[in-house]
């Protein structure tokens, strides 16, 4: 299994086509984009389309559990967001990725072309689902 897990890269298995909101996007909005996308995160960019973090099911349930109708109303997602501390690029391996969400007690990494630049495209998403996946058909 580490073979599989060295050998394969981020790239063949991640998710193309990141969803992705704007930073001053309405939460409304951003529950609205998830639920329609049936996705558990979403990328939050500025208006460059560069990345700036990501809102995950777990910071929305932790985030607004405890607030009025009228306070989720006026936030936006750059409030409810985690800024990126950690991503990964399309080259590294599987292996590299399930060290750092092991380590980082993370889900998901979003995917950027140069690997750890905060500011760039996301170009995927690779979850530990994902690599589940690939431990799964290779047994």
């Known amino acids: 299994m580490q073979r599989v897990l060295r050998d394969t890269k981020v790239r063949d298995v991640m998710t ?35 990345a700036m973090g990501v809102i995950s099911t777990v910071d929305v349930l932790k985030e607004l559990k405890n607030r009025s109708e009228k ?39 979003v995917v950027l072309h140069g690997g750890h630049i905060a500011g760039e495209m996301p170009v995927g998403i690779l979850s530990a689902t994902d690599v589940l996946r690939v431990l799964h058909k290779n047994l």
């Open 71 to 109: 306070e989720i109303e006026e936030m936006e997602a750059e409030e409810l967001m985690t800024p990126f501390t950690v991503s990964i690029s399309p080259e590294s391996s599987l292996q590299e990725a399930a060290e750092l969400m092991i380590e980082k007690r993370i889900h998901r990494l």
């Open 16 to 50: 193309r086509g990141v969803i992705t909101v704007k930073f001053n996007e309405p939460i409304k909005n951003v529950l609205a984009t998830m639920v329609e996308n049936d996705v558990s995160a979403v990328v939050v960019v500025d208006d460059q389309n560069e």
